[in-house]
Protein backbone atom coordinates (compact mmCIF):
# COMPACT_ATOMS: atom_id res chain seq x y z
CA UNK A 1 0.00 0.00 0.00
CA UNK A 2 1.01 3.65 -0.74
CA UNK A 3 -0.48 6.70 -0.35
CA UNK A 4 -0.41 9.21 -3.39
CA UNK A 5 -1.37 12.17 -4.09
CA UNK A 6 -1.98 14.66 -1.70
CA UNK A 7 -3.22 13.97 1.73
CA UNK A 8 -4.59 16.28 3.88
CA UNK A 9 -3.61 17.13 7.69
CA UNK A 10 -7.31 18.16 8.89
CA UNK A 11 -8.10 20.49 11.26
CA UNK A 12 -10.09 19.96 14.49
CA UNK A 13 -13.26 21.63 14.62
CA UNK A 14 -14.22 23.50 17.82
CA UNK A 15 -17.42 25.58 18.59
CA UNK A 16 -17.12 28.68 19.78
CA UNK A 17 -17.16 27.91 24.03
CA UNK A 18 -13.94 25.54 22.93
CA UNK A 19 -15.96 22.17 22.34
CA UNK A 20 -15.73 19.60 19.66
CA UNK A 21 -18.22 20.20 16.51
CA UNK A 22 -18.26 16.75 15.01
CA UNK A 23 -21.02 17.88 12.58
CA UNK A 24 -18.41 20.12 10.92
CA UNK A 25 -16.56 16.75 10.14
CA UNK A 26 -18.88 16.15 7.01
CA UNK A 27 -17.98 19.49 5.60
CA UNK A 28 -14.63 18.92 5.65
CA UNK A 29 -14.85 15.74 3.72
CA UNK A 30 -17.15 16.68 1.66
CA UNK A 31 -14.86 19.93 0.60
CA UNK A 32 -11.84 17.48 0.65
CA UNK A 33 -13.55 15.26 -2.17
CA UNK A 34 -14.26 18.01 -4.49
CA UNK A 35 -10.53 18.46 -3.93
CA UNK A 36 -9.61 15.52 -5.05
CA UNK A 37 -7.89 14.88 -2.03
CA UNK A 38 -7.02 10.91 -1.74
CA UNK A 39 -6.91 10.58 1.94
CA UNK A 40 -7.01 12.38 5.57
CA UNK A 41 -4.51 12.33 8.24
CA UNK A 42 -6.59 13.10 11.44
CA UNK A 43 -5.46 13.89 15.24
CA UNK A 44 -2.15 15.05 14.09
CA UNK A 45 -0.39 18.27 14.66
CA UNK A 46 -2.74 19.70 12.39
CA UNK A 47 -5.64 18.65 14.45
CA UNK A 48 -4.11 19.79 17.98
CA UNK A 49 -3.67 15.91 19.19
CA UNK A 50 -2.18 16.65 22.61
CA UNK A 51 -4.51 19.19 23.18
CA UNK A 52 -7.32 16.89 22.99
CA UNK A 53 -8.68 14.30 25.41
CA UNK A 54 -8.39 10.40 24.99
CA UNK A 55 -12.46 10.44 24.30
CA UNK A 56 -12.24 13.68 22.15
CA UNK A 57 -10.15 11.43 19.61
CA UNK A 58 -11.88 8.45 19.48
CA UNK A 59 -15.16 10.77 19.11
CA UNK A 60 -13.36 12.26 15.29
CA UNK A 61 -12.06 8.94 14.91
CA UNK A 62 -15.87 7.52 14.61
CA UNK A 63 -16.51 10.80 13.04
CA UNK A 64 -14.30 10.68 10.33
CA UNK A 65 -15.25 6.74 9.22
CA UNK A 66 -18.78 7.97 9.44
CA UNK A 67 -18.43 10.53 7.02
CA UNK A 68 -16.01 8.96 4.46
CA UNK A 69 -18.17 5.90 4.37
CA UNK A 70 -19.04 4.90 0.59
CA UNK A 71 -16.39 7.29 -0.35
CA UNK A 72 -12.71 6.85 -1.87
CA UNK A 73 -11.64 9.13 0.76
CA UNK A 74 -9.12 7.21 3.12
CA UNK A 75 -8.99 7.57 6.67
CA UNK A 76 -5.18 7.78 8.60
CA UNK A 77 -5.89 7.97 12.57
CA UNK A 78 -2.49 9.35 13.92
CA UNK A 79 -2.97 7.83 17.71
CA UNK A 80 0.57 9.02 19.20
CA UNK A 81 0.86 10.47 22.82
CA UNK A 82 2.72 10.67 25.39
CA UNK A 83 0.90 8.11 27.36
CA UNK A 84 1.69 4.40 25.48
CA UNK A 85 -1.49 3.32 26.79
CA UNK A 86 -3.80 5.95 25.84
CA UNK A 87 -1.67 5.02 22.54
CA UNK A 88 -2.46 1.41 22.85
CA UNK A 89 -6.41 1.72 22.71
CA UNK A 90 -6.51 4.16 20.48
CA UNK A 91 -4.86 1.71 18.04
CA UNK A 92 -7.05 -0.82 19.36
CA UNK A 93 -10.38 1.26 18.39
CA UNK A 94 -9.10 2.30 15.47
CA UNK A 95 -8.85 -1.21 14.13
CA UNK A 96 -12.31 -1.87 15.32
CA UNK A 97 -13.27 0.85 13.08
CA UNK A 98 -11.81 0.20 10.50
CA UNK A 99 -9.14 2.93 9.53
CA UNK A 100 -6.95 2.66 6.33
CA UNK A 101 -4.25 3.10 8.47
CA UNK A 102 -2.61 4.49 11.79
CA UNK A 103 0.73 6.54 12.98
CA UNK A 104 2.30 7.50 15.82
CA UNK A 105 5.21 10.21 16.79
CA UNK A 106 7.73 9.74 19.00
CA UNK A 107 6.87 10.64 22.53
CA UNK A 108 7.56 14.54 22.82
CA UNK A 109 8.44 14.43 27.19
CA UNK A 110 9.49 11.68 27.98
CA UNK A 111 11.64 10.90 24.99
CA UNK A 112 13.64 7.78 23.53
CA UNK A 113 17.25 8.18 24.29
CA UNK A 114 18.54 5.21 21.64
CA UNK A 115 16.91 4.30 18.72
CA UNK A 116 15.77 0.65 19.93
CA UNK A 117 13.60 2.26 22.62
CA UNK A 118 11.71 4.35 20.01
CA UNK A 119 11.44 0.79 18.06
CA UNK A 120 10.11 -0.79 21.01
CA UNK A 121 7.70 1.81 21.68
CA UNK A 122 6.10 1.81 18.07
CA UNK A 123 5.95 -1.84 18.43
CA UNK A 124 3.94 -2.01 21.58
CA UNK A 125 1.51 0.51 19.65
CA UNK A 126 1.58 -0.93 16.46
CA UNK A 127 0.37 -4.63 18.23
CA UNK A 128 -2.67 -3.32 19.26
CA UNK A 129 -3.75 -2.96 15.94
CA UNK A 130 -2.21 -6.08 14.05
CA UNK A 131 -3.86 -6.36 11.24
CA UNK A 132 -3.53 -2.43 10.45
CA UNK A 133 -1.03 -1.02 8.29
CA UNK A 134 1.17 1.37 10.71
CA UNK A 135 3.26 4.59 10.18
CA UNK A 136 5.95 6.20 12.05
CA UNK A 137 5.44 9.75 12.08
CA UNK A 138 8.69 11.68 11.91
CA UNK A 139 8.75 15.42 13.08
CA UNK A 140 11.69 15.95 14.79
CA UNK A 141 11.45 19.55 15.05
CA UNK A 142 8.27 19.45 17.47
CA UNK A 143 8.96 16.27 19.19
CA UNK A 144 12.65 16.61 19.78
CA UNK A 145 13.13 13.11 19.04
CA UNK A 146 15.79 12.54 16.50
CA UNK A 147 17.02 9.37 14.95
CA UNK A 148 17.79 7.93 12.23
CA UNK A 149 15.15 7.03 9.63
CA UNK A 150 16.65 4.51 7.48
CA UNK A 151 18.12 2.87 10.77
CA UNK A 152 14.59 2.60 11.77
CA UNK A 153 13.33 1.27 8.33
CA UNK A 154 16.56 -0.97 8.35
CA UNK A 155 15.95 -2.49 12.34
CA UNK A 156 11.87 -1.94 13.54
CA UNK A 157 10.20 -4.65 10.58
CA UNK A 158 11.80 -7.65 12.64
CA UNK A 159 10.03 -6.20 15.77
CA UNK A 160 6.68 -4.11 14.03
CA UNK A 161 5.31 -6.69 11.46
CA UNK A 162 3.07 -4.42 9.94
CA UNK A 163 4.96 -1.56 9.40
CA UNK A 164 4.38 -0.13 6.31
CA UNK A 165 6.41 3.34 5.81
CA UNK A 166 6.89 7.04 7.83
CA UNK A 167 5.17 9.82 7.41
CA UNK A 168 8.90 11.98 6.72
CA UNK A 169 8.48 15.75 7.99
CA UNK A 170 12.09 16.52 8.24
CA UNK A 171 13.97 18.30 6.53
CA UNK A 172 16.97 15.37 5.58
CA UNK A 173 16.00 15.20 2.30
CA UNK A 174 19.22 12.53 2.14
CA UNK A 175 17.32 10.18 4.53
CA UNK A 176 14.46 10.95 2.73
CA UNK A 177 16.08 9.32 -0.23
CA UNK A 178 17.24 6.30 1.66
CA UNK A 179 14.26 5.75 3.35
CA UNK A 180 12.90 5.35 -0.45
CA UNK A 181 15.18 3.08 -1.30
CA UNK A 182 14.79 1.01 1.48
CA UNK A 183 14.43 -2.52 0.93
CA UNK A 184 14.04 -1.62 -2.89
CA UNK A 185 11.50 1.03 -1.94
CA UNK A 186 9.23 -1.58 -0.09
CA UNK A 187 7.81 1.29 1.94
CA UNK A 188 5.55 4.30 2.02
CA UNK A 189 7.08 7.20 2.56
CA UNK A 190 4.60 10.32 2.54
CA UNK A 191 6.71 13.97 2.76
CA UNK A 192 5.26 16.38 5.04
CA UNK A 193 6.61 19.42 4.55
CA UNK A 194 4.20 21.68 1.98
CA UNK A 195 6.42 24.05 0.41
CA UNK A 196 8.97 21.42 -0.29
CA UNK A 197 6.83 19.09 -1.87
CA UNK A 198 8.19 19.81 -5.14
CA UNK A 199 11.88 18.83 -4.01
CA UNK A 200 10.13 15.32 -2.51
CA UNK A 201 8.59 14.43 -5.31
CA UNK A 202 12.03 15.39 -7.80
CA UNK A 203 13.49 12.91 -5.39
CA UNK A 204 11.22 10.19 -5.92
CA UNK A 205 8.14 10.74 -3.57
CA UNK A 206 4.73 9.79 -4.67
CA UNK A 207 2.44 11.63 -1.96
CA UNK A 208 2.52 14.14 0.32
CA UNK A 209 0.88 14.97 3.86
CA UNK A 210 0.24 18.62 4.82
CA UNK A 211 -2.16 21.06 6.07
CA UNK A 212 -2.40 23.35 3.46
CA UNK A 213 -4.12 20.82 1.31
CA UNK A 214 -7.15 21.39 2.90
CA UNK A 215 -7.42 25.20 1.65
CA UNK A 216 -5.22 25.27 -1.12
CA UNK A 217 -5.27 21.93 -2.91
CA UNK A 218 -5.39 23.32 -6.53
CA UNK A 219 -2.00 24.81 -6.30
CA UNK A 220 -0.67 21.50 -5.86
CA UNK A 221 -2.88 19.20 -8.17
CA UNK A 222 -1.24 22.13 -10.92
CA UNK A 223 2.07 21.60 -8.79
CA UNK A 224 2.22 17.48 -9.54
CA UNK A 225 0.50 17.68 -12.89
CA UNK A 226 3.28 20.26 -14.17
CA UNK A 227 6.16 18.42 -12.56
CA UNK A 228 4.41 14.74 -14.46
CA UNK A 229 4.10 16.95 -17.55
CA UNK A 230 7.94 17.64 -17.40
CA UNK A 231 7.21 21.48 -16.83
CA UNK A 232 9.34 21.77 -14.26
CA UNK A 233 9.29 25.98 -14.54
CA UNK A 234 5.47 25.60 -13.95
CA UNK A 235 5.58 23.01 -10.65
CA UNK A 236 8.69 25.73 -9.39
CA UNK A 237 6.00 28.62 -10.00
CA UNK A 238 3.42 26.67 -8.02
CA UNK A 239 5.84 25.87 -5.50
CA UNK A 240 6.90 29.44 -4.71
CA UNK A 241 2.87 30.71 -4.91
CA UNK A 242 3.18 27.44 -1.63
CA UNK A 243 5.99 29.43 -0.25
CA UNK A 244 4.54 32.76 -0.22
CA UNK A 245 1.50 31.42 0.91
CA UNK A 246 2.63 29.96 3.97
CA UNK A 247 4.94 32.38 4.75
CA UNK A 248 2.42 34.92 5.11
CA UNK A 249 0.33 32.41 7.61
CA UNK A 250 3.26 32.20 9.46
CA UNK A 251 3.32 35.47 10.44
CA UNK A 252 -0.41 35.41 11.63
CA UNK A 253 0.85 32.23 13.84
CA UNK A 254 0.16 29.34 11.35
CA UNK A 255 -2.20 27.51 12.72
CA UNK A 256 -4.34 29.67 13.87
CA UNK A 257 -4.37 31.60 10.52
CA UNK A 258 -4.66 28.46 8.69
CA UNK A 259 -8.15 27.87 10.72
CA UNK A 260 -9.18 31.15 9.55
CA UNK A 261 -8.75 30.59 6.06
CA UNK A 262 -10.86 27.44 6.50
CA UNK A 263 -13.51 29.77 7.89
CA UNK A 264 -13.03 32.06 4.83
CA UNK A 265 -13.73 29.03 2.47
CA UNK A 266 -17.14 28.41 4.19
CA UNK A 267 -15.52 25.35 6.60
CA UNK A 268 -16.09 27.12 10.12
CA UNK A 269 -13.38 24.58 12.35
CA UNK A 270 -13.02 27.49 14.72
CA UNK A 271 -9.94 28.81 16.71
CA UNK A 272 -7.36 26.43 17.77
CA UNK A 273 -7.30 25.67 21.36
CA UNK A 274 -4.88 27.24 24.41
CA UNK A 275 -1.86 27.97 24.05
CA UNK A 276 -2.33 28.42 20.77
CA UNK A 277 -3.87 32.21 20.66
CA UNK A 278 -6.94 33.21 18.60
CA UNK A 279 -6.88 35.55 15.48
CA UNK A 280 -9.11 38.99 16.29
CA UNK A 281 -11.62 39.81 14.44
CA UNK A 282 -9.53 42.34 13.02
CA UNK A 283 -6.67 40.12 12.37
CA UNK A 284 -8.81 37.84 10.60
CA UNK A 285 -9.67 41.01 8.13
CA UNK A 286 -6.19 42.09 7.43
CA UNK A 287 -5.66 38.13 6.92
CA UNK A 288 -8.31 38.29 3.98
CA UNK A 289 -7.14 41.63 2.90
CA UNK A 290 -3.42 39.94 2.27
CA UNK A 291 -4.43 36.76 0.63
CA UNK A 292 -6.15 38.84 -1.37
CA UNK A 293 -3.30 40.71 -2.74
CA UNK A 294 -1.72 37.75 -2.75
CA UNK A 295 -3.36 36.25 -5.30
CA UNK A 296 -4.88 33.35 -2.80
CA UNK A 297 -8.26 33.60 -4.09
CA UNK A 298 -7.75 33.13 -7.51
CA UNK A 299 -4.73 30.65 -7.18
CA UNK A 300 -7.17 27.80 -5.59
CA UNK A 301 -9.91 28.16 -8.67
Partial sequence: MKLKGLIAATHTPFDSDGALNLDIVEKQANHLLINKITAVFINGTTGECHSLTFEERLQLARRWMKATKGTDLKVVVHIGSNCIADSCALAAEAEKLGVYAIATMAPSYFKPIALDDLINWCAKIASAAPSTPFYFYDIPILTGVCFSMPEFLKRAPEKIPNLVGIKFTNSDLMSYQLCLRACNWKFDIPYGTDEWLLAALSLGGKGGVGSSYNFAAPLYHRL????????????????????????LLSSYGYLTASKAVMGMLGINVGAPRLPIRSLTSEQIKQLRTDLEQLGFFNWIK
Fill in 224 to 247: INSFLAGDLEKAQTEQFRSVELIK
